[in-house]
């Protein structure tokens, strides 16, 4: 029976028969490639849905309050990047960021809320 080989260095397997990796260093290096892409594509999704939360926290401190688009945008906020939609009863959509909801009023103003 031919000696497995680290698929990350090649260096032959020593232990138990169902190793698959020389070292841990090996199985970490060789899993951060694997996933690389889809990490640094969560990661930059994450840190959109971060920074909106933080804009819409810091701009309602007592749980519902106005705000205009054109500031949030100043802010950074982007509107791409929610976590829901939830649209009521009477027919009110909101767009929620976690926890923290806004909902579109007339002109440009935003209504910003806690979901409960």
Same mark, same amino acid.
């Given at each position: 029976?031919?000696?497995? =080989?680290?698929?990350?260095? +090649?260096? /032959?397997?020593?232990?138990?028969?169902? /190793? #698959?990796?020389?070292?841990?260093?090996?199985?970490?290096?060789?899993?951060? /490639? &694997? !996933? /690389?892409?889809?990490?640094?594509?969560?990661?930059?999704?994450?840190? %959109? @849905?971060?920074? !909106?939360?933080?804009?819409?926290?810091? %701009? !309602?401190?007592?749980?519902?309050?106005?705000? =205009?688009?054109? #500031? @949030?945008? =100043? @802010? +950074?906020?982007?509107?791409?990047y929610i976590t829901q939609i939830?649209?009521? #009863? !009477? +027919?009110?959509?909101?767009?929620?960021?976690?926890? #923290?909801?806004?909902?579109? @009023?007339? &002109?440009?103003?935003?209504?910003i809320v806690n979901k409960h």
């Amino acid at each position: 029976m031919e000696t497995p =080989t680290c698929p990350e260095c +090649g260096d /032959k397997i020593i232990g138990r028969s169902d /190793k #698959k990796f020389c070292s841990d260093a090996c199985r970490n290096a060789y899993n951060n /490639k &694997q !996933n /690389k892409d889809i990490s640094n594509l969560m990661r930059t999704v994450n840190n %959109h @849905l971060r920074k !909106n939360y933080r804009i819409l926290s810091e %701009h !309602n401190p007592d749980g519902k309050s106005k705000i =205009t688009r054109s #500031k @949030l945008e =100043t @802010l +950074g906020f982007d509107f791409d990047y929610i976590t829901q939609i939830v649209t009521y #009863k !009477n +027919g009110s959509q909101y767009y929620f960021v976690y926890d #923290k909801g806004y909902k579109f @009023l007339e &002109q440009e103003w935003i209504l910003i809320v806690n979901k409960h």
